[in-house]
């Protein structure tokens, strides 16, 4: 069974950093890109950022582009967002997602988490 | 504002069918056969219900069914179930610029 597990949310200052993480099992996490996506309070989804099966290759939105870096260890089947300069505007919850068998489309998703950017 | 254009609410009774547009332009919906549909309940993980436009992934009822016309996709829930009522929102590939966006979302409400 296809398992994706987010962590890592909870609430960060504006200006401050946090690293949100995504575990995945039941698959062969290396042969897929993965994704993360957010859905801010009361509105619809947003694609943040993709990673490609080796990691060398990422690509981001640009809301949050130059903000935040994604990473994956295959080694541990687990993918990252790091999220710096965070803004109010970020507050939202994060889904991690795999990519199917194209990147066009995500078969399966985390529950999310929660991540608040307030003073 | 989202991308593509989606109703904010449709409604049906159990047995009914009902359908979601997904209304974007020639340079997403209309430009490739990309479109995908997600059903979330809140609190829970989206999940997949139609892929390249009509296709249905293992496991989803058949009472689900996607297709395009132009720039508009759709989703068709047959058969309504209490369990259908959901948030379902449309994805397309919108080019190199904006490889993925999506519809603002539909709550679907079984009466």
């Known amino acids: 069974e296809v398992q994706l597990l987010e962590s890592g949310g909870g609430l960060v200052q504006p200006g401050g950093s946090l690293r949100v993480s995504c575990a995945a099992s039941?698959?062969?996490?290396?042969?897929?890109?993965m994704f993360w996506f957010r859905q801010t309070p009361g509105k619809g989804l947003e694609w943040v950022s993709t990673?490609?099966?080796?990691?060398?290759?990422?690509y981001y939105a640009d809301s949050v582009k130059g903000r935040f870096t994604t990473s994956r260890d295959n080694s541990k089947n687990t993918f990252y967002v790091q999220m710096d300069s965070l803004r109010a505007e970020d507050t939202a919850v994060y889904y991690c997602?795999?990519?199917?068998?194209?990147?066009?489309?995500?078969?399966?998703w985390g529950q999310g988490t929660l991540v608040t950017v307030s003073s | 504002q989202s991308a593509l254009t989606q109703p904010a609410s449709v409604s049906g009774s159990p047995g009914q069918s009902i359908t979601i547009s997904c209304i974007g332009t020639?340079?997403?919906?209309?430009?490739?056969?990309?479109v995908s549909w997600y059903q979330h309940h809140p609190g829970k993980a989206p999940k997949l219900m139609i892929y390249?436009?009509?296709k249905r992934p293992s496991g989803v009822s058949n009472r689900f069914s996607g297709s395009k016309s132009g720039n508009t996709a759709s989703l068709t829930i047959s058969g309504l179930q209490a369990a259908d009522e959901a948030d379902y929102y449309c994805?397309?590939?919108?080019?190199?610029?904006?490889?993925?966006?999506f519809g603002g979302g539909t709550k679907v409400t079984v009466l």
């Open positions: 994805c397309s590939h919108g080019g190199p610029t904006t490889p993925w966006v």
């Open positions: 997602a795999k990519g199917g068998t194209t990147w066009y489309y995500f078969d399966y």
């Open positions: 039941g698959f062969t996490f290396g042969s897929y890109s």
């Open positions: 390249e436009v009509s």
């Open positions: 020639n340079s997403d919906v209309g430009n490739y056969n990309l």
């Open positions: 990673i490609d099966t080796t990691g060398y290759n990422t």
